[in-house]
């Protein structure tokens, strides 16, 4: 299996398995329900961001260049 092959199977499984929250064919308390489910897309958009800004940054700060270039 390739990797497109992997990453849209997992896309697929975790779309269902919110769809399936969403549409609450999955019971769970009301209070998880009402509040959680449906705000859990944006939370993991914001958290993805994070991760990306995190990766970034931690890119910048060991970022390695030759000693030459390197002032006097």
Not at 8 to 33: N, R
Request: avoid cysteine.
């Amino acid at each position: 299996m390739t990797r497109a092959q992997q990453t849209v199977s997992l896309a697929l499984l975790l779309s269902s398995l919110y769809l399936s929250l969403y549409l609450e064919l999955i019971p769970l308390p009301a209070v998880i329900q009402q509040d959680i489910v449906p705000v859990l897309p944006f939370w993991l958009l914001v958290s993805f961001g994070a991760w990306l800004l995190l990766r970034l940054g931690w890119g910048m700060f060991t970022f390695r260049d030759t000693p030459r270039r390197m002032p006097s």
